[in-house]
């Protein structure tokens, strides 16, 4: 097998608890499960493409994005990640059409499992994607709102209490707390709403376990970048969040590398 194209974040499904990945790569999806326990070639030919209109680039801004697209476009905007900055209820937005789709649709605050107990905001249509991209090994929904600015609310609440972003090396060599209590966590996380935010709170106690392809857990990790270098040929041991796990304990970013053109074989 040899393909070559510009790469975007892998799609995700999640079949009894566990992850299937695929990569998308020029006009190909690639089933990246089938590949673990062998050695894999993928070569950076150097060229960067905006997975918006096609640019070609020297950087990427916000993933995978050139500059003009990202000042301008609305999922780049920076309610994107910080949702209680959302105007989009106010009818304020850089595509209005695109917010209607996209920020004022049900919304759901959950607790999740990926190093420590995090909070997080997702789009409904988003459960459990959001979860997997993230590396979470349990999750459970904690508030539904009908709008992204409602749900960055009820964030902000209660980032004061627990963290809300992941600590991918902890994920990545599966140093995870243990004896959490999601149920639990999320009954104190109830309490420490305040009172106006505290109709959001829904009573869908399902804990959803997830689980990776991994052979091998790294003890420790380094980073690798094509910003870097050109060629990685190892052995791929798993995949989580949005990492390849190589066995030499490097992981790749899958993610950081949207709009790369690549060969892999």
């Known amino acids: 097998m040899k ?46 493409n905006c997975i918006n209109c096609g640019r070609k680039i020297k950087k990427t801004y916000f993933q995978g994005y050139c500059y003009n697209c990202f000042i301008s476009l609305p999922e780049t905007d920076e309610c994107i990640i910080r949702p209680e ?33 995090k909070v997080g905001v997702t789009r409904a249509t988003q459960v459990p994607t959001r979860w997997i991209d993230q590396g979470a ?25 627990m963290r809300d972003k992941t600590n991918w090396r902890k994920m990545l060599t599966n140093k995870i707390a243990t004896n959490v ?4 966590e999320k009954q104190k ?5 305040s009172n106006e935010l505290k109709q959001y709170i829904i009573n869908d106690n399902n804990v959803t376990t997830i689980n990776y392809p991994v052979i091998k857990y790294p003890e420790k990790v ?39 053109f690549i060969t892999i074989e």
Not at 98 to 112: E, F, R
């Open 181 to 184: 209590d999601l149920i639990s």
């Open 189 to 193: 996380a109830g309490s420490l709403l």
């Open 137 to 161: 090994t349990q999750a459970i929904k904690f508030a539904q709102t009908p709008n992204r600015y409602l749900a960055g609310l009820i964030e902000i609440n209660l980032k004061n209490y």
């Open 222 to 260: 380094k980073s690798l970048s094509f910003d870097k270098l050109n060629e990685i040929n190892k052995k791929l041991m798993g995949i989580k969040g949005q990492y390849l796990i190589f066995e030499d304990s490097t992981v790749l970013n899958i993610r950081k590398h949207n709009g790369y």
């Open 85 to 117: 900055l959302c105007k989009a209820h106010l009818g304020i937005s850089r595509d209005m059409e695109w917010s209607k789709q996209n920020c004022l649709q049900p919304h759901y605050v959950y607790l999740a499992l990926s190093s420590d107990v």
């Open 3 to 48: 393909l070559a194209g510009n790469i975007l974040k892998m799609k995700t499904s999640l079949k009894n608890g566990l992850v299937d990945y695929f990569l998308p790569i020029g006009n190909d999806l690639i089933h990246v499960n089938e590949l673990i326990g062998k050695n894999i070639k993928l070569n950076f030919n150097g060229e960067i």
